[in-house]
């Protein structure tokens, strides 16, 4: 009890001689220390705010263009072409002040206002150079001039040492497509997929919508485009996630993984300490904006950082109608759940970071708690888990007053939450492809009940040390927190380490205050709305089938050297493993991103075209003129990826077409049918962001796995992969138990020939090409033909 006493700024006590106060010192302490650490985020927040604001030039130019100016002044000449003086005849107090006085302050704010004229014009000149996107469709080796000077330009005014969101005041707007290069662009990607007489119909409509009402809606896209800083990003984040009154465990969240075969230590509570301790390193560099800006790999083009302002501090808020994203500045704890009891675990102290091995200790002693849960508390997560409305309506019922909203209030606004497996994730005799399959769907759902699915993401700790995280989906896209949850596992093994018996490095204080136990009073009527949205959710994870792998048999680095893209690569096999799986070509989704404008997220590229159908329908008769189809269908997947981050995509364009015409009360046929379509083959590249932080040649245990996420049509597959370093590829597919078409373990074995069988087809070409390429050439003439 010594530290919950230790924790009470004051105690008093009621006599007949009056009150008498008792002060605690220690507190106290501890409270001022607390707010000063709160009083230097504020000052760092603003001294960022202020570099920011001026980028690309610094705070310090501004002394440089006074110190310019009052200099030209001594030499009795008058840059500002009598604006200096004008600005002298109106200064407030003139009179109070000498002439020298007067002439000086009027110099400064001269300057001033140059110094700022000149950050408008430099920011303006960076907005409209990165608004230039031409020399991503140019080929590489083939650079024109018009992209040398602009790569030129850039780097002038890109500035130096740019902070996290520097450059976001630089960043173009998403510019609106016209409708119809839009509809072109549909009825390309449609056409493989239908038949003569359904394409035909499909197409009357689109060119029935573009003539009429598509023009009406297009009005006003521009005028929001005109007025918001992104045209899409709201009303994608509102309609496709927060809107949703279905489960987001499954259907929306997804995970992130450990390291596929090494466990740093086994000590549960260890690993947690490391882990927890490098994600408030991370919080912190992301609070100093000290983490360079994202950009587009291999190049100096900055991608847009405001997906990382809400990574911490951030809970979706149910609503009856709609739900909400909650942010807040900061907050100095997490909210841990284990078998069935939440607690408040503080990590500052006296304003501090606490150190990994004092978070090992505090998760040890609630490893140790014998406590047991509170009625109702232990499946409480669930109510994450289930439907929305229920969750919305009992939050409103049950959680709204006392202490159970209290005890809500901590774990919403904790920086993130954490759960502590009481079960071994794998264990030994294991097959390592049915561990990693069991690890993947523990992630993405656990047992229902035992993470928090609304918090912006939760960490998971296993009782062997094994570890990952879920995400909420609608405040950030998986790259945002793919980069975070990289630097994490980096930092833990590679910098903060392990002593010999596997504990973290350091001391321990043992007069930390013991974890705080919330507290519940949860009525048998709210427990029964809590059994059926636990039973919802149940059905809905039971359904889940997902196999994960790491395909070993070559990487990026080979599909280099037939010079084609590996994403095209990838794509087309997992179009070649459908086909053979199903007899038939799908709709496939593969995501993009948009970060090149200000807000971007994502966009949609539909990788299933003509050239690539006709490219493997060929490769499966066995036709011998692949050689014509194969670059077509390479090109096209890499010229539709261009489009769809430049701002020229399909579907971003179609969903906010159909948003406005729902506004409007207005049904359209055409909208009506884009919007049917099911996306049987999902997909999405998780790419590895702080590759130099790890070394797979010589720690090649330590490979990193992604990611992945669930379903998104019911008889389809989600394919999540990962190209690590040169030569291993990672696959999350996942699929429906309930659908008798599909099956991940079937499709993975798939994807692998498919993989297999295309790269033998490039490298059989790529010498053929080469043996030609020598029997054309013209043979060099002997001494006699001389």
């Given at each position: 009890?010594?530290?919950?006493?230790?924790?009470?700024?004051?105690?008093?006590?009621?006599?007949?001689?009056?009150?008498?106060?008792?002060?605690?010192?220690?507190?106290?302490?501890?409270?001022?220390?607390?707010?000063?650490?709160?009083?230097?985020?504020?000052?760092?927040?603003?001294?960022?705010?202020?570099?920011?604001?001026?980028?690309?030039?610094?705070?310090?130019?501004?002394?440089?263009?006074?110190?310019?100016?009052?200099?030209?002044?001594?030499?009795?000449?008058?840059?500002?072409?009598?604006?200096?003086?004008?600005?002298?005849?109106?200064?407030?107090?003139?009179?109070?002040?000498?002439?020298?006085?007067?002439?000086?302050?009027?110099?400064?704010?001269?300057?001033?206002?140059?110094?700022?004229?000149?950050?408008?014009?430099?920011?303006?000149?960076?907005?409209?150079?990165?608004?230039?996107?031409?020399?991503?469709?140019?080929?590489?080796?083939?650079?024109?001039?018009?992209?040398?000077?602009?790569?030129?330009?850039?780097?002038?005014?890109?500035?130096?040492?740019?902070?996290?969101?520097?450059?976001?005041?630089?960043?173009?707007?998403?510019?609106?497509?016209?409708?119809?290069?839009?509809?072109?662009?549909y009825l390309e990607s449609i056409r493989p997929l239908k038949s003569d007489s359904e394409f035909e119909r499909v197409n009357t409509l689109a060119k029935e919508f573009e003539v009429s009402l598509g023009n009406r809606l297009q009005w006003y896209l521009k005028l929001k485009s005109m007025w918001a800083s992104n045209y899409v990003s709201d009303w994608w984040e509102e309609y496709i996630y927060l809107r949703g009154r279905g489960p987001i465990m499954v259907n929306s969240n997804y995970y992130g993984m450990d390291f596929m075969y090494a466990i740093p230590t086994p000590i549960q509570a260890a690993r947690a300490g490391n882990i927890l301790h490098a994600v408030l390193m991370y919080r912190r560099k992301l609070n100093k904006e000290e983490i360079k800006p994202s950009r587009i790999p291999g190049t100096f083009i900055p991608l847009c950082s405001a997906q990382c302002e809400r990574i911490f501090n951030t809970t979706r808020i149910p609503g009856e109608e709609t739900d909400t994203v909650v942010h807040w500045k900061d907050s100095e704890y997490v909210a841990v759940y284990h078998r069935g009891r939440y607690f408040r675990l503080w990590l500052y102290q006296a304003g501090r970071m606490l150190s990994p091995r004092e978070i090992e200790y505090q998760i040890q002693r609630i490893l140790d708690d014998p406590s047991t849960p509170a009625p109702?508390?232990?499946?409480?997560?669930?109510?994450?888990?289930?439907?929305?409305?229920?969750?919305?309506?009992?939050?409103?019922?049950?959680?709204?007053?006392?202490?159970?909203?209290?005890?809500?209030?901590?774990?919403?606004?904790?920086?993130?939450?954490?759960?502590?497996?009481?079960?071994?994730?794998?264990?030994?005799?294991?097959?390592?492809?049915?561990?990693?399959?069991?690890?993947?769907?523990?992630?993405?759902?656990?047992?229902?009940?035992?993470?928090?699915?609304?918090?912006?993401?939760?960490?998971?700790?296993?009782?062997?040390?094994?570890?990952?995280?879920?995400?909420?989906?609608?405040?950030?896209?998986?790259?945002?927190?793919?980069?975070?949850?990289?630097?994490?596992?980096?930092?833990?093994?590679?910098?903060?380490?392990?002593?010999?018996?596997?504990?973290?490095?350091?001391?321990?204080?043992?007069?930390?205050?013991?974890?705080?136990?919330?507290?519940?009073?949860?009525?048998?009527?709210?427990?029964?709305?809590?059994?059926?949205?636990?039973?919802?959710?149940?059905?809905?994870?039971?359904?889940?089938?997902?196999?994960?792998?790491?395909?070993?048999?070559?990487?990026?680095?080979?599909?280099?050297?037939?010079?084609?893209?590996?994403?095209?690569?990838?794509?087309?096999?997992?179009?070649?493993?459908?086909?053979?799986?199903?007899?038939?070509?799908?709709?496939?989704?593969?995501?993009?991103?948009?970060?090149?404008?200000?807000?971007?997220?994502?966009?949609?590229?539909?990788?299933?075209?003509?050239?690539?159908?006709?490219?493997?329908?060929?490769?499966?008769?066995?036709?011998?003129?692949?050689?014509?189809?194969?670059?077509?269908?390479?090109?096209?997947?890499?010229?539709?990826?261009?489009?769809?981050?430049?701002?020229?995509?399909?579907?971003?364009?179609?969903?906010?077409?159909?948003?406005?015409?729902?506004?409007?009360?207005?049904?359209?046929?055409?909208?009506?049918?884009?919007?049917?379509?099911?996306?049987?083959?999902?997909?999405?590249?998780?790419?590895?962001?702080?590759?130099?932080?790890?070394?797979?040649?010589?720690?090649?245990?330590?490979?990193?796995?992604?990611?992945?996420?669930?379903?998104?049509?019911?008889?389809?597959?989600?394919?999540?992969?990962?190209?690590?370093?040169?030569?291993?590829?990672?696959?999350?597919?996942?699929?429906?138990?309930?659908?008798?078409?599909?099956?991940?373990?079937?499709?993975?074995?798939?994807?692998?020939?498919?993989?297999?069988?295309?790269?033998?087809?490039?490298?059989?070409?790529?010498?053929?090409?080469?043996?030609?390429?020598?029997?054309?050439?013209?043979?060099?003439?002997?001494?006699?033909?001389?």
């Open positions: 009890m010594a530290e919950a006493h230790q924790a009470v700024a004051f105690q008093f006590t009621i006599t007949p001689e009056g009150i008498d106060l008792q002060l605690s010192h220690e507190a106290l302490r501890q409270v001022y220390l607390s707010g000063l650490r709160s009083w230097k985020k504020r000052i760092v927040r603003l001294k960022n705010n202020v570099i920011t604001g001026v980028y690309p030039a610094s705070p310090s130019s501004w002394l440089f263009v006074v110190i310019a100016i009052l200099a030209t002044m001594y030499t009795r000449s008058d840059p500002s072409m009598g604006l200096i003086a004008k600005i002298q005849e109106h200064l407030p107090a003139s009179g109070s002040l000498s002439v020298q006085c007067q002439t000086v302050v009027s110099a400064v704010v001269f300057s001033t206002m140059l110094w700022l004229s000149l950050i408008f014009t430099m920011k303006l000149c960076l907005k409209q150079l990165l608004s230039y996107h031409g020399w991503m469709f140019e080929q590489r080796g083939n650079v024109s001039n018009t992209t040398k000077v602009w790569m030129m330009l850039v780097r002038i005014f890109s500035g130096r040492q740019p902070l996290l969101y520097s450059y976001q005041g630089s960043l173009p707007n998403l510019p609106v497509p016209a409708v119809k290069d839009t509809i072109r662009r109702g508390e232990e499946k409480l997560g669930a109510f994450t888990a289930g439907d929305r409305l229920p969750w919305a309506q009992a939050r409103k019922e049950f959680f709204g007053s006392g202490v159970n909203k209290r005890s809500l209030d901590c774990i919403e606004k904790a920086a993130f939450f954490v759960t502590l497996e009481h079960e071994e994730l794998d264990k030994k005799g294991d097959d390592p492809d049915i561990t990693l399959d069991r690890y993947a769907k523990s992630l993405l759902h656990g047992k229902c009940y035992d993470r928090w699915f609304d918090k912006s993401f939760s960490v998971v700790i296993y009782k062997n040390g094994k570890n990952g995280l879920n995400a909420e989906h609608s405040w950030a896209d998986a790259p945002v927190v793919s980069r975070m949850w990289e630097y994490v596992l980096a930092t833990d093994c590679f910098h903060l380490g392990y002593n010999e018996e596997g504990h973290c490095k350091g001391d321990v204080n043992p007069s930390l205050p013991r974890p705080q136990r919330l507290t519940w009073d949860i009525p048998s009527q709210c427990q029964e709305r809590l059994a059926q949205s636990l039973s919802v959710a149940q059905v809905l994870a039971d359904d889940v089938d997902f196999h994960v792998f790491a395909f070993r048999d070559f990487g990026k680095g080979s599909i280099k050297k037939v010079k084609m893209s590996p994403d095209g690569f990838i794509q087309l096999a997992l179009q070649l493993a459908f086909y053979r799986d199903r007899g038939m070509f799908c709709l496939t989704y593969e995501a993009s991103m948009t970060r090149l404008f200000r807000e971007g997220r994502t966009e949609t590229v539909r990788s299933c075209t003509s050239e690539s159908c006709e490219f493997l329908r060929a490769f499966e008769n066995g036709e011998v003129r692949l050689s014509l189809s194969f670059p077509l269908a390479s090109e096209k997947h890499q010229q539709l990826y261009r489009l769809a981050m430049t701002g020229a995509g399909i579907d971003r364009h179609l969903f906010c077409l159909y948003i406005v015409s729902k506004y409007l009360g207005i049904e359209s046929p055409f909208l009506k049918e884009v919007f049917s379509e099911p996306w049987r083959l999902s997909t999405s590249q998780t790419p590895v962001q702080h590759l130099e932080m790890f070394d797979f040649v010589n720690y090649p245990e330590y490979l990193i796995c992604g990611g992945g996420f669930g379903p998104v049509a019911d008889d389809g597959y989600g394919v999540s992969y990962s190209l690590i370093g040169e030569d291993i590829i990672t696959f999350h597919v996942s699929s429906k138990h309930s659908c008798p078409q599909t099956d991940s373990h079937k499709f993975g074995k798939q994807i692998r020939k498919a993989l297999g069988d295309l790269l033998q087809l490039m490298t059989n070409n790529q010498k053929e090409a080469s043996r030609s390429e020598q029997n054309h050439s013209p043979k060099p003439q002997s001494k006699k033909e001389l």
